[in-house]
């Protein structure tokens, strides 16, 4: 794997004194002016509640180039909801900010969809399959005989183009969250950002998802960032994983996946570079969950 270029001006480093393997990107790099499709700038989130502050996130600073699939991973508690949360302008930041196609995000971007880990509570159980994919268009002011146009190829994308008469509750839990992903696809957002979507399925929907999520990515060109605790997860999905610390969260390491662009959860995942990856993220997490920071480790060296 070649090492990528690393000409890109750090507005900070927190860069990780850990060992790391080829490809690891530079941390904290940003892209030149204009490359960027999403970007996160020093973003701070302090919570304050009647037991005093905490601080979630801690200055983060990344980007999303255009079409890129990456996944954010970190222990439990280290601030990913959070910080899709700022991303997504559900949450406003204490400090920094966030912009997609430059313009800062102060509130839910229309270019912008998101699926949560809750499809149970994210679907309206009263509205057909098809109604509940449609209705972002709707609200949208889409016109009709593109909105049928557009919900048929986003029920097809997730095999669910047989069902579109059902109610939410008349499937199963993975079902359901294809639907939550059709609903976000025919929206067409420029960046899709899941947040633990498949948590709450069971092992056998979950591999099913995530290759659906990867074709769904390389169909369509949409850009992803997808939150998970799962490090099999991470490494399988992604072409690049970007590791959380502890919290106050900051960004501990963020690898390019040199797994090839057609994976097969057998073969890819039995794969020796699939192993060293993984291993080498667990070693990451390992590290922030046993308090390893990068931004203190790297003023005490
Ligand atoms: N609404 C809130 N008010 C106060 N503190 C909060 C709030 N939401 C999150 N926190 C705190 O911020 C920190 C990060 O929480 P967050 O839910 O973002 O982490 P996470 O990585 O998504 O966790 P998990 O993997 O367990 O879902 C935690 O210390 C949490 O207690």
Not at 90 to 109: D, H, I, R
Not at 206 to 233: M, N, P
Request: with cysteine; glycine share 8%; aromatic share 6%.
């Amino acid at each position: 794997m070649t090492t990528p270029p690393q000409d890109h001006n750090p507005v900070i480093n927190q860069g990780s004194t850990a060992e790391t393997p080829d490809g690891q990107l530079p941390v904290g790099h940003t892209l030149p002016d204009g490359e960027a499709l999403l970007s996160v700038r020093n973003l701070k989130k302090i919570y304050h509640t009647d037991g005093g502050d905490i601080e979630a996130v801690r200055n983060l600073t990344f980007d999303l180039p255009k079409g890129e699939l990456t996944c954010l991973v970190g222990p439990s508690g280290s601030g990913k909801t959070t910080l899709l949360k700022a991303i997504s302008g559900l949450l406003e930041p204490s400090a920094g900010e966030v912009t997609l196609a430059g313009n800062v995000v102060t509130g839910p971007p229309k270019n912008m969809a998101v699926v949560f880990q809750e499809y149970g509570r994210s679907l309206y159980p009263w509205m057909r399959v098809r109604e509940n994919v449609e209705l972002p268009l709707k609200v949208q002011g889409t016109d009709k005989a593109q909105r049928n146009h557009v919900v048929d190829e986003a029920l097809q994308a997730v095999g669910l183009d047989h069902v579109p008469r059902s109610y939410p509750w008349q499937l199963s839990g993975g079902m359901q969250q294809r639907v939550a992903i059709a609903r976000a696809v025919a929206y067409q957002p420029e960046v899709l950002l899941m947040d633990e979507p498949f948590a709450a399925v069971d092992a056998q929907t979950r591999a099913d998802l995530e290759d659906l999520v990867r074709r769904v990515w390389s169909q369509l060109g949409i850009t992803i960032l997808f939150v998970t605790h799962d490090i099999d997860e991470s490494v399988y999905l992604g072409e690049r994983v970007v590791i959380l610390s502890s919290s106050p969260t900051v960004i501990q390491q963020d690898i390019k996946i040199d797994l090839p662009t057609e994976r097969n959860q057998l073969e890819t995942r039995s794969s020796q570079r699939f192993s060293e990856l993984r291993h080498h993220v667990y070693e990451q997490i390992q590290l922030a969950k046993e308090g390893f920071r990068p931004d203190t480790a790297k003023a005490q060296a």
